[in-house]
DNA sequence: CGGGTTTGACCCGCGC
DNA sequence: GCGCGGGTCAAACCCG
């Protein structure tokens, strides 16, 4: 396998050479692949130095910070940890992060609404790059597209952060068709995939419902748009972050690469991103602009833990050690 | 009728 | 090698 990917996909790393150069300082979320699954080892008194958070601090950040960075004054969503899908890291302290039943309720600083983190891509994702339907010549005879899939492509990039809302397909602006859906291991919820329908964009999304906590929704982005919004930007998740309180919090308008929220965020520019309408409204307002939907999204009421992130996560995101 | 959703089958990587 | 499980395909179906 891969053992040039050994060490994950790293939003730094991640197109470092290509859109996320210039934010070499430090995103915030990011999370090494050396380290660990999800939050585990993201205890507060004991901020691993091999997890989460502090690991996207690069130094610059401590963890106050960072829970700073979280403060947000409304967002409904929570960005939770890189999903760690990556089985081969070792397993150090793995089934810590993995302990569900065990989440480091204890901690307790962050107030955090959103947790923005890029997720490593797992290598799964790799033998995703060549659907088997891209190929337009033949349906049927899909084996023979093994040897095309062998081409391995770059990871895309993944960014995946929780929501709390009963709805389930959260607007973002862009218009997503649903290619499939799968029941998730240890969860009672299923697990939807989501392609941009633009043609030339191989965004991908993945959604799903915390088995933890059933108000929360997780959502996966993976890979960056190449086109333009075709809606009014609407979503939660980029009101969210393209909102002030996220963009714009004290922290994040630093550290967060603009290029990189640029590539998930329809609506968000660098240079606009004070033009648009959405970034001067209150999350509370935009997150849905539906009545029905502003009924059924909740403010997010963020959890101080972030051993409840890890909670939130099925298992199989961790890929804790038995 | 076009576009989106559902759903069973299939593919493939990984752990055992 | 086998089974598991995540991810994808694509036919059937649904809906405006």
Redesign the pocket.
């Known amino acids: 396998?891969?053992d040039e990917?050994d060490h994950y996909y790293d939003p730094f790393h991640y197109n470092h050479h290509e859109q996320l150069n210039h934010s070499s300082s430090s995103f915030p979320f990011f999370r090494d692949a050396s380290s660990t699954q999800n939050f585990q080892g993201f205890d507060h008194n004991n901020p691993s130095p091999h997890t989460t958070f502090t690991d996207c601090l690069h130094g610059s950040m401590d963890y106050n910070t960072l829970s700073k960075a979280f403060d947000l004054s409304c967002s409904s969503s929570e960005v939770i940890s890189s999903?760690d899908?990556?089985?081969?890291?070792p397993s150090a302290g793995d089934h810590s992060a993995g302990n569900q039943s065990t989440p480091n309720s204890s901690v307790s600083s962050s107030s955090n609404e959103a947790e923005a983190v890029v997720e490593e891509d797992?290598?799964?994702?790799?033998?995703?790059?060549?659907?088997?339907?891209?190929?337009d010549a033949?349906?049927?005879?899909?084996?023979e597209?093994?040897?095309?899939?062998?081409e391995?492509k770059p990871r895309e990039p993944r960014f995946a952060f929780l929501t709390k809302s009963e709805i389930d397909?959260l607007e973002d602006g862009y218009?997503?068709?649903?290619?499939?859906?799968?029941?998730?291991?240890?969860?009672p919820y299923?697990?939807?995939?989501?392609?941009c329908?633009s043609q030339k964009c191989g965004v991908?999304k993945?959604v799903?419902r915390s088995f933890q906590d059933p108000s929360i929704v997780i959502t996966?982005y993976?890979g960056q748009h190449n086109h333009h919004c075709p809606a009014t930007l609407r979503g939660s998740a980029a009101s969210m972050l393209s909102s002030p309180s996220f963009y714009g919090s004290s922290y994040m308008g630093s550290t967060l690469p603009q290029d990189f929220l640029s590539q998930f965020l329809p609506s968000y520019s660098q240079n606009d991103h004070h033009q648009n309408p959405m970034f001067h409204q209150n999350l509370s307002h935009n997150i849905h602009p539906q009545p029905q939907q502003l009924q059924q999204q909740q403010q997010f009421q963020l959890s101080r833990d972030y051993g409840l992130l890890q909670d939130l996560l099925?298992?199989?995101?961790g890929?804790q050690?038995?």
């Open positions: 396998m891969a990917n999903i899908e990556n089985p081969k890291k797992s290598t799964k994702s790799q033998k995703n790059k060549q659907p088997k339907g891209c190929d033949d349906e049927k005879p899909k084996k597209n093994k040897a095309k899939k062998k391995k397909h218009r997503w068709r649903k290619y499939g859906q799968k029941a998730v291991k240890n969860s299923p697990r939807s995939y989501y392609r329908t991908k993945r799903e996966t993976e099925p298992p199989f995101q890929k050690e038995p």
